[in-house]
């Protein structure tokens, strides 16, 4: 995904917050693999999605709060 403020492809924090907010489909399903094999950037995801749990509508963010957590207590 190309992040309109950035100038990396590199998932920061702030290209995840991009990624989580205005990505499509296809780049949730890229996250997501490269997610599964990189705890480090799982916690990353969390850290992003846990700014925005205040928000009850930010419903993106909210799912891949949840995703994190199962992902990481899992692991």
Known sequence: MLHRHLNHQQYTLAALDDVIDRGKRE?????????????????KILHVALAHAGDVYAQRYHFWRHYAEDHLRVA
Do not use: K, P, S, Y
């Not at 780049?27 to 490269?34: E, F, H, K, M, Y």
């Open 27 to 43: 780049d949730w399903a890229q996250l997501r693999a490269v997610a599964l094999e990189d705890r480090v950037l799982m916690e």
